[in-house]
């Protein structure tokens, strides 16, 4: 039987200065959420594995997260964060050459002004360093930086890519579009994978339904089929909007439908693949 996985999720150990992004909206996830917690999620969702995500942009947190892992046998993995846009960027990742439980490297490029960060010429330089090194890169995005993403992900064909929360579309708003052809064109480029997450809070957290979202998974399947998706908790974040077992359960009964080896894939198989778990 293929291992269930939970490839997105967070850890930390809270305070306002670094958790300035949890706002007053967000103050039920102002605590720690450690991986004792983690488990117990786990445990109650059937979930056997996991993939930590970064939160922080420092190398502290990542070298925390891989430390974690390293004592938690359930954390498969972890996608740091490195300054993929600093010059010492390949001296920096010399460290983590014998941390084989890092798997990948995200950047906050939903937070940056520039909305063209994805496409600068520092941060390309990092991606071009990466190049060999086997490890996934995770696109933080918004839908509005899909045109960007789909230049950036062109220049790179060997690499290996996620997309984080189908980008973030405007559920609560009911937008579609421009956002789904955008998905439907990135998912064109076969080595993009699509991360089936955080969809609870683009929605309005009180008072969205299954059939709310039900329009944009379907589009995120249509884009990428049922073999390039990844299902993630973005745990702790999703509690403002949804339980962990709620949100599985969820995801459970709307790909009941698809075959055995389809499900097998986006629950577990896909990501254990591309992230080599």
Not at 159 to 186: C, S, T, Y
């Amino acid at each position: 039987m293929v291992e269930k996985i939970d490839a997105h999720h967070h850890l930390w150990r809270y305070n306002a200065e670094e958790y300035g992004w949890l706002d007053e909206d967000m103050k039920a996830i102002r605590r720690d959420f450690l991986p004792k917690d983690l488990m117990a999620e786990l445990a109650g969702a059937g979930i056997d594995g996991t993939v930590a995500v970064q939160a922080r942009q420092t190398l502290d947190e990542t070298r925390w997260l891989l430390d974690l892992a390293e004592e938690n046998e359930a954390i498969r993995g972890v996608v740091g964060w490195a300054p993929i846009a600093g010059e010492d960027f390949p001296g920096v990742m010399e460290e983590f050459e014998d941390r084989p439980k890092l798997k990948g490297l995200r950047h906050l490029i939903q937070s940056e002004e520039d909305e063209n960060y994805i496409l600068r010429a520092d941060f390309n330089a990092g991606m071009y360093a990466m190049r060999g090194s086997g490890l996934v890169y995770d696109i933080l995005v918004y839908e509005r930086q899909l045109l960007q993403t789909i230049e950036f992900v062109d220049e790179y064909p060997e690499q290996v890519f996620v997309l984080d929360h189908i980008a973030k579309p405007k559920i609560g708003a009911g937008i579609l579009e421009p956002w789904a052809e955008n998905m439907r064109e990135l998912g064109l480029r076969q080595n993009v994978w699509c991360k089936v997450s955080g969809l609870v809070t683009e929605a309005d957290w009180k008072n969205w339904t299954p059939e709310t979202l039900k329009p944009y998974l379907d589009v995120a399947v249509d884009a990428f089929g049922a073999e390039r998706l990844i299902v993630g908790s973005d745990w702790p974040v999703c509690l403002v909007a949804s339980g962990y077992t709620q949100w599985f359960d969820l995801l459970r009964s709307y790909f009941a439908g698809f075959t055995e080896n389809e499900r097998d894939a986006v629950f577990g198989g896909t990501a254990i693949n591309v992230y080599q778990l």
